[in-house]
């Protein structure tokens, strides 16, 4: 079956340092790939997608890049803020219409 | 992409009693999803929703603990029943978006049972 594995947190950060997620995935197929944000007390919000290989998504400064070989899906991003901590997930669609697996999700937590 | 209101979003109920959660999509959808977050974890899939059909549930999870609703394509509810505190978690609702390639989440109902 799929399954998705992601980082553990909490990943603690100073304010503009460089962040990156790791997330590694196990599919058949060519699944779609999601990196989901969920701040404190609010749902899961949708950060940035890639539906195949070698695709980056991207937004907010946020990137990640769908490596086929790897199986990987690392997020990054170059400068954090302290309005970036929240936790992340990372998941993925088998394209069969189906729901999503996701990953345990990361804590991301950005002092000034 | 599709917005979706989900109600209520939030509430402390008793053991032994059942809550009924709405999710209304403004546009229709095939299936619907309802997901699981337990304190601290990730989100566990709990039935997908299809209108005119019984959901069909994961393993781990029953139609009788959580009857799912689908009366039309734009609403679906679901019920926790005969609820203890290992119900208190956040139950989501989804729908995949309109070209098919990602999806929208609800903003959550965070259930708390005492």
């Known amino acids: 079956g799929n399954s998705v594995t992601q980082m553990e947190g909490p990943v603690t950060l100073s304010e503009e340092a460089f962040l990156t997620i790791n997330c590694t995935y196990t599919?058949?197929?060519?699944?779609?790939l999601f990196w989901y944000v969920q701040y404190p007390g609010e749902g899961l919000q949708l950060l940035l997608k890639?539906?195949?290989?070698?695709d980056k998504g991207s937004n907010k400064g946020f990137e990640a890049t769908y490596r086929k070989e790897t199986t990987s899906f690392h997020l990054e991003k170059g400068s954090v803020q302290v309005s970036d901590s929240a936790v992340y997930f990372c998941?993925?669609?088998?394209?069969?219409?189906?729901?999503?697996?996701f990953g345990g999700g990361t804590r991301l937590m950005v002092k000034p | 992409s599709a917005v979706i209101s989900q109600k209520p979003s939030r509430d402390i109920c008793q053991r032994g009693t059942s809550l009924t959660i709405q999710c209304q999509v403004d546009s229709q959808v095939t299936m619907m999803f309802w997901y699981r977050q337990q304190p601290g974890q990730s989100l566990t899939l709990i039935a997908t929703a299809n209108q005119g059909s019984e959901a069909t549930y994961e393993s781990g999870f029953v139609i009788d603990k959580f009857p799912i609703s689908r009366p039309n394509l734009t609403f679906s509810t679901l019920t926790v029943s005969n609820m203890s505190p290992e119900d208190s978690s956040i139950y989501l609702c989804?729908?995949?978006?309109?070209?098919?390639?990602?999806?929208?989440f609800g903003s959550g109902t965070r259930l708390t049972v005492v």
């Open positions: 998941a993925l669609s088998d394209n069969a219409g189906n729901m999503l697996t």
């Open positions: 989804s729908v995949e978006t309109a070209d098919r390639y990602g999806y929208t």
């Open positions: 599919a058949t197929g060519y699944p779609s």
């Open positions: 890639a539906t195949k290989a070698d």
